[in-house]
């Protein structure tokens, strides 16, 4: 069980790299609940990005639900990061969904796609 997330970057050729984040699996198509981020974020501009996604309630543990591990998810969006200004020929990483645990518990990324 854990909530379902999308992380990843696109390479802009107006922006340079863009990281994303919001609520993944179904709803990403269905909400568009995503807030982009500069590709210099540390984690607490990653985990205030988080706390701004519409969903942010679901994150911080609704209806008696224990609050995510969004230390994990910082951790994830910032070594996607760092993959993209190390490989120059990555376009694209989206990992969706990554399924974020309770806090402590940490994060698995079930899927991903990477573009070169």
Known sequence: KGIELM???KRDP????????????IWVEALGDVQPLPADADAAQIIEA???????NVLAGL????PADIDAVAQVV????RLMQTVP???EIDVNPLMVH???QGVVALDALIVV
């Open 7 to 9: 992380v990843g970057a």
């Open 14 to 25: 107006s922006w340079g790299t863009v990281l994303l984040v919001g609520l993944g699996g």
């Open 50 to 56: 988080l706390r701004k996604l519409r969903s942010a």
């Open 63 to 66: 209806r008696g639900a224990p």
């Open 78 to 81: 910032m070594a996607i990061s």
């Open 89 to 91: 020929e990555l376009t």
């Open 102 to 104: 309770a806090k402590g």
